[in-house]
């Protein structure tokens, strides 16, 4: 039942005491996120934020082929990041892994603090501020910001995929060459985070031209204090 | 209203997603898991699959909610009801983090 279903970091991959680390790091991000989504939630955008973190949910269950045996799938980070906010991007992936993990055994428990600092802090995190740097361009055209959406995403996934080296460097579980694995990561996450681009600028840009005013990225910078 | 439609449509979307494209699902590993299982050969056996060799996926241990109700995305075991699943998912993710960001939300002046 572990088997193939899993999609997350299971209990165990890395040691006690890493996990505790990560755990906390997780509490520390979220902690700030929860402090600094407020002033990107209103009456208007929470609907809005909710259905953001029930799509990556539904999306995260369809893994797509990479390679001969091996599949792929949307982390969501960069995705709710450009739709609704870095913090609230945030708080969305969170939920999702935390439910996983509670509801669908899928994702551990103690590896909770790593899954969450992985896709949720740092994969959305790196794709954010992918997007923010080519903001201008995002703005210019729809083509712009479907392109934006891409390299954002395509970043988050890789981004992401490094945490979890991160942690198998600081205690990682089972002899294996630290070099081994990040290159094996990177590679394969560099694949996928093609898919994780192609799926989140066709959802940025179908949500581009029917609410503009819910894309988070056009939106934050240029509104007139409130 | 504008917005109303674009909410109900936008769920309809991630309840048809995760109810029924999610049967078209590649059910590989992912890039993690793979990576894990590097340096190891699975093997069928009647209780389940077994990893030989050496990799760090030997070292997962078993999910402490494996016996939960939706546990791998099924519903009481049953892989055949994951669209099933992933609709209470779907529904569990919009009531969870709907709830939380409409009480961390900024309050309008007529609070």
């Known amino acids: 039942m572990t088997g193939s279903l899993a999609m997350h970091m299971s209990d165990g991959l890395i040691d006690a005491p890493t996990a505790v680390l990560f755990g906390a790091v997780a509490v520390i991000g979220l902690s700030f996120a929860v402090v600094f989504a407020r002033r990107d939630l209103d009456d208007r955008t929470a609907p809005m934020a909710g259905l953001v973190a029930a799509f990556v949910f539904a999306t995260q269950m369809l893994n797509f082929p990479v390679l001969p045996g091996v599949s792929g799938h949307l982390l969501g980070g960069a995705l709710a990041a450009i739709l609704a906010g870095p913090w609230v991007g945030a708080l969305c992936v969170s939920i999702v892994l935390v439910l996983q993990a ?9 590896a909770l603090g790593a899954n969450i ?7 959305t995190a790196a794709g954010y501020l992918v997007a923010v740097a080519l903001r201008p361009l995002a703005r210019r055209s729809r083509a712009g910001l479907t392109g934006v959406a891409f390299a954002a995403a395509f970043v988050n996934t890789v981004v992401a995929s490094l945490g979890f080296v991160l942690e198998y460097a ?3 579980q089972g002899a294996v060459s630290l070099g081994g694995v990040a290159a094996a990561m990177v590679g394969v996450h560099c694949l996928i ?11 940025v840009a179908a949500v581009a031209s029917a609410r503009p005013d819910l894309v988070h990225l056009l939106r934050k910078g240029s509104e007139v204090a409130a | 209203m504008r917005a109303r439609w674009f909410f109900v449509s936008s769920a309809l979307v991630a309840l048809v997603l995760a109810g029924v494209v999610s049967y078209f699902a590649d059910s590989s590993p992912d890039g993690l898991d793979s990576v894990t299982r590097q340096g190891c050969t699975a093997v069928e056996t009647p209780q389940g699959e077994r990893l030989d060799g050496s990799c760090p996926a030997q070292h997962a241990k078993p999910h402490p909610l494996e016996n939960g109700p939706l546990a791998g995305y099924a519903v009481g075991g049953d892989s055949g009801l994951t669209g099933v699943a992933g609709v209470l998912g779907v529904v569990a993710t919009l009531g969870v983090s709907g709830g939380l960001f409409w009480l961390l939300r900024r309050r309008s002046r007529a609070d």
């Open chain 1, 102 to 110: 509670l509801l669908f055994a899928d994702g551990g428990i103690t």
């Open chain 1, 117 to 123: 600092t992985n896709m949720a802090l740092i994969g």
């Open chain 1, 170 to 172: 600081i205690g990682g």
């Open chain 1, 193 to 203: 985070g093609l898919g994780e681009g192609v799926l989140t600028a066709l959802t």
